[in-house]
């Protein structure tokens, strides 16, 4: 089965007030999301390789 199956799904996030933040806390609020969106993206990656490996096994040994 798959690992994440028993995590619990996150709720969903209440966005930030971005109008108190200074110009540097942008910034660092911006890379923030841009590391987590490479995190997301990087585990799209790994899953779509395991099921791709899996697709593979199944469909030769229906073969």
Do not use: T, W
Not at 13 to 37: H, P, T, W
Request: avoid cysteine; charged fraction near 45%.
């Amino acid at each position: 089965m798959f690992d994440d199956e028993n995590e619990p799904r996150l709720a969903k996030k209440v966005l930030k007030k971005l109008d108190g933040m200074s110009i540097d806390e942008l910034n660092a609020y911006v890379q923030e999301m841009k590391d987590e969106i490479a995190r997301a993206e990087a585990e799209i990656k790994k899953k779509e390789a395991h099921r791709d490996a899996a697709s593979v096994l199944f469909k030769s040994k229906s073969s």
